[in-house]
């Protein structure tokens, strides 16, 4: 089993960057394919970006491709979400979340544990 607690979100201007960051708990971390989804008001929950287990790799949803990056640290069982250029359109809550399943995933149904979220808005 694995905890996760989400950090880093805040409001931040269109252009702006943010680093999200999500710590696990738990000594099998590098077990666990990671993920990011995200949650806009009014909207359904979304993907937006995977990591494998050794990092080997990700990815991205459309929206974020070339602006967001995800990695992990092993070693600390930390996730990460660097988001640069951000547009309002990227405002929502954050979630990191833990699979079993190897590779990349996309959908939500294949992560087990997920954080409780945190909040990025995106205004001027």
């Known amino acids: 089993q694995v905890q996760l607690v989400e950090s880093g979100g805040g409001l931040v201007q269109p252009g702006g960057s943010l680093r999200l960051s999500c710590a696990a708990s738990?000594?099998?971390?590098?077990?666990?394919?990671m993920g990011w989804f995200r949650q806009a008001p009014g909207k359904e929950r979304e993907f937006v970006a995977a990591i494998t287990r050794t990092a080997d790799s990700t990815y991205y949803a459309d929206s974020v491709k070339g602006r967001f990056t995800i990695s992990r640290d092993n070693a600390k069982t930390m996730v990460y979400l660097q988001m640069n250029s951000l547009k309002p359109e990227d405002t929502a809550v954050y979630f990191c979340a833990a699979t079993v399943w190897s590779g990349i995933r996309t959908k939500q149904l294949d992560y087990l544990y997920w954080g409780q979220g945190t909040q990025v808005t995106v205004s001027s």
């Open positions: 738990g000594r099998t971390f590098s077990s666990y394919g």
